[in-house]
């Protein structure tokens, strides 16, 4: 039986990390013995998480912020001394409508969260990452990165943006051995989920449990994605059994594309 995945000592960032699939990351790699710095916009989730995750460094930022991205680096490159592991996980889901009802500035905010984020944190961390020996960058992207999604242009155009940064990335900084990834979770067991499938029960008039059971149908599993899949999926990316993978995009989906 092979050992569980280590990765002591390795210095780690995470965007978002405060909740959701990014504090699922983050616990994974604390517990996997790497030194953890998260950033959040939320006061309320990083103040709750100091009482529980004392390992965790901590910092308010918004990411879409070149000025806030900046703050957040100076403090985390300070306190760990370096970095080896970017994870751009801040995201949001987006307006769900029909394009012609989608305001403008919906659209630009999701662009600035999802993938301008993904961008200045990127940006910042390359000198660091060019210092390290186990350099590597996970973007969470989306099967929506893959796939059409009515009602929701705006995250699925986001999402497929990230992908071209990613593969565009990982050739551009393979010859400083640092590898970029980019994991497509599916339909995730998450608060963020939820309200996405109220969302669209109400445009399309039906009720929430309908929805829902709509959407599982196009799911080869018939299930949801548990957090902790896609915090082990990171986990590999940055591990040494992961060093000779870059430019791929990852989807754990439970199957969605496999129906499509």
């Known amino acids: 039986m092979k050992k569980p995945i ?3 000592g390795a210095r780690v960032m995470v965007s978002a990390g405060a909740s959701g699939i ?5 616990r994974a790699f604390d517990t996997a013995g790497a030194q953890v710095h998260i950033c959040d916009i939320s006061d309320t989730a990083l103040s709750t998480l100091r009482d529980v995750a004392p390992n965790f460094g ?3 930022a918004d990411v879409s912020d070149p000025d806030e991205v900046n703050s957040w680096f100076d403090h985390a490159l300070h306190a760990m001394g370096g970095l080896d592991v970017l994870i751009n996980n801040a995201g949001i889901a987006g307006p769900t409508a029909g394009i012609e009802k989608i305001a403008i500035d919906e659209w630009d905010r999701t662009m600035a969260v999802n993938v301008r984020s993904q961008f200045l944190c990127s940006r910042r961390a390359i000198g660091s990452l060019k210092e390290s020996n186990r350099a590597t960058i996970i973007n969470l992207s989306s ?10 242009c705006a995250y699925a155009a986001s999402k497929w943006a990230v992908i071209g940064m990613t593969q565009s990335l990982a050739i551009e900084l393979g010859e400083h051995d640092i590898t970029v990834n980019a994991i497509l979770p599916g339909i ?3 608060e963020r989920v939820n309200k996405v499938v109220s969302a669209k029960a109400l445009v399309k008039s039906i009720p929430e449990a309908q929805m ?3 959407i599982l149908e196009n799911v080869a599993l018939h299930r949801m994605v548990p957090m902790e899949h896609i915090a082990d999926t990171a ?3 940055a591990s040494p059994a992961g060093r000779s993978v870059t430019g791929q995009s990852m989807n754990i989906c439970a199957g969605v594309q496999a129906l499509k």
């Open 188 to 190: 995730v067991e998450s």
């Open 6 to 8: 280590t990765l002591k």
């Open 143 to 152: 099967v929506a990165g893959r796939i059409g999604y009515p009602l929701r």
């Open 58 to 60: 901590m910092f308010k």
């Open 235 to 237: 986990l590999f990316l």
């Open 22 to 26: 990014g504090l699922a990351i983050a």
């Open 212 to 214: 829902r059971a709509e």
